[in-house]
């Protein structure tokens, strides 16, 4: 089963994949925690990336593409996949279209979380993010068992450089101007589906199974 979750930032794209993932077995492919994780150690391509992301732009295209393309083409991803956080821009949708097209593969479903911008701010400023192992907390929704500790790994719990209010405003208006127009490009695809976002995270999950089925 492969999977594209899109949504705005901090619609719960991360949460969603996370539970799909484990689920169904498949692994969870994020971008961002790709970026992250080069970012903590220190490599070249981490360097680069953070210059985009702390100030809420894009990466580019040509820094992002050939890593999700390779990392699909990975054994543990032969029977499928949940991409969080890829693709966020047409140009990089069609790359991967063009590359599942020369292996016959398609997406088989597109997951569109929606949650107004009114929602968003709340939920960007109360995330808390272990950089160790890519789990994500809320103070309020989701809290871990022990303040400003992951659960996962027990490693200590960030608020994210770029989930401060100033860098959510120009994030959400990259998502309207480069990622919403994802969600034709899938529905041209017959492949997007839509969730009610603002639902708890297990509701929310429950929507997901019930479209994903078994
Ligand atoms: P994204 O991956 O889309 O950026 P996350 O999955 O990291 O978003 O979720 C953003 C924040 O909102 C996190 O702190 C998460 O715990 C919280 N969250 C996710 N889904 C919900 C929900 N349905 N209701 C309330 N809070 C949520
Ligand atoms: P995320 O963890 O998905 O919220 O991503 C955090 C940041 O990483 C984004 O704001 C971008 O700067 C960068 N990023 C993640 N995925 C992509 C992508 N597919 N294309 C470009 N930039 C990305």
């Known amino acids: 089963m492969k999977i594209v979750m899109l949504g705005a930032p901090g619609a719960g794209k991360g949460t969603q994949a996370k539970q799909i993932a484990d689920t169904y077995g498949i692994p969870h492919i994020s971008t961002g925690d790709i970026f992250r994780a080069n970012i903590k150690n220190g490599t070249e391509l981490g360097r680069k990336a953070k210059e985009y992301m702390d100030k809420g732009l894009l990466v580019p295209d040509e820094l992002t593409c050939d890593l999700v393309v390779d990392r699909i083409s990975q054994p543990d991803a032969e029977k499928g996949y949940v991409l969080d956080g890829f693709p966020r821009t047409i140009p990089q949708a069609e790359a991967l279209t063009n590359a599942l097209e020369a292996r016959h593969e398609k997406i088989d479903y597109a997951i569109d979380i929606e949650v107004p911008d009114e929602n968003i701010i709340r939920r960007m400023s109360g995330r808390r993010a272990c950089l160790t192992c890519g789990a994500t907390f809320h103070t309020e929704f989701a809290p871990p068992k022990v303040e400003g500790v992951c659960d996962v790994c ?61």
């Open 154 to 214: 027990g490693d200590k719990l960030v608020l994210r450089e770029d989930d401060k209010p100033e860098t959510v405003a120009n994030r959400l208006s990259v998502y309207h101007e480069q990622t919403q127009p994802l969600i034709d490009y899938y529905t041209g695809k017959g492949v997007l589906v839509e969730v009610d976002g603002t639902l708890d995270i297990d509701v929310v999950f429950e929507k997901i199974r019930e479209i994903l089925g078994a």
